[in-house]
Nanobody, 121 residues
Framework: QVQLVESGGGLVQPGGSLTLSCAAS????????MGWYRQAPGKQRELVGG???????NYADSVKGRFTISRDNAKKTVYLQMNSLKPEDTAVYYC???????????????WGQGTQVTVSS
């Protein structure tokens, strides 16, 4: 069983910065994507961005240019650096791992516990 432990959430003022961390334990297969989702009050959970094992990234249009995902594979940790934060970024942020043992198997999803990010003055 893979476990994802998040840290770094909190209260930040508009325009500020915050970095989230997600450390994984267990087996991370070669075919994988680690990334972040978020769920704001009254809204559906949405993809923030992700990074493949090979380093390819994708971001939601709403955060592109402001948020940056990075990975430290030796530490099995993924980071979300958030800059120029806006009140609409307020949400519970969830770390996500899409883990695929081999190409012939389904992809398994794992989730962190969620960490609250509140952007408010």
């Amino acid at each position: 069983q893979v476990q994802l432990v998040e840290s770094g959430g909190g209260l930040v003022q508009p325009g500020g910065s915050l970095t989230l961390s997600c450390a994984a334990s267990g087996t991370i297969f070669s075919i994988n994507v680690m990334g972040w989702y978020r769920q704001a009050p009254g809204k559906q959970r949405e993809l923030v961005g992700g990074m493949t094992n090979g380093g390819s990234t994708n971001y939601a249009d709403s955060v592109k240019g402001r948020f940056t995902i990075s990975r430290d594979n030796a530490k099995k940790t993924v980071y979300l650096q958030m800059n120029s934060l806006k009140p609409e970024d307020t949400a519970v942020y969830y770390c996500n791992l899409k883990n695929r043992p081999v190409m012939s198997t389904p992809t398994f999803d794992y989730w962190g516990q969620g960490t609250q990010v509140t952007v408010s003055s």
